[in-house]
């Protein structure tokens, strides 16, 4: 969404009704595609990515990544706002926009993943009625941030 008058993004949402079929053709085709650029040296990862992925990789093999039941909650998205966009609804309307859509094509569950740090966006997520399906405690925040922190799924059913 492109905010009024001023050329910037203020937010976004994307996601995928099927999550399981979206994770299949991820693993067949864009996985081996970026695999083979990374071996031949035509595409390149910085060390922050590395570092990222070597986090959520040991934090998915420790059970860190709360479950959820994908014949519920099949659909998925990821939103966000522009810090300075913030408190203004935006990411509320986002929402209803998806989730409106979902539900126009009979999708029967969505989830989304986020951590307990994330307060705002969990408080915004419980008012529109999304549960807590799952928490796990992570190490992957370790000398990132002070303290310990939970990785948490919510989930609406549509």
């Known amino acids: ?41 035509r595409y390149r990862l910085g060390r922050k990515t590395w570092r990222f992925l070597w986090r959520e990789a040991v934090g998915a093999l420790r059970g860190e990544s709360p479950r959820v039941d994908l014949a519920r909650y099949p659909a998925h998205l990821h939103v966000n706002v522009a810090e300075g966009w913030r408190g203004h609804g935006l990411g509320r ?25 994330n307060a ?18 992570t190490r992957e925040w370790a000398g990132l941030v002070e303290g310990p922190v939970h990785n948490r799924a919510y989930g609406l059913r549509l």
């Open 120 to 137: 705002a966006a969990c408080h915004l997520y419980e008012k529109m009625g999304f549960r807590l399906l799952d928490e796990r405690p």
């Open 93 to 117: 309307s986002l929402l209803e926009a998806y989730i409106g859509g979902l539900r126009e094509r009979g999708v029967a569950g969505v989830h989304l993943r986020t951590t307990d740090r």
């Open 1 to 41: 969404r492109v905010a009024e008058g001023a050329g910037e993004i203020a937010g976004f949402v994307v996601g995928a009704e099927d999550t399981g079929a979206m994770r299949a053709r991820w693993w067949r085709s864009v996985v081996p595609g970026v695999a083979g650029r990374l071996v031949t040296g």
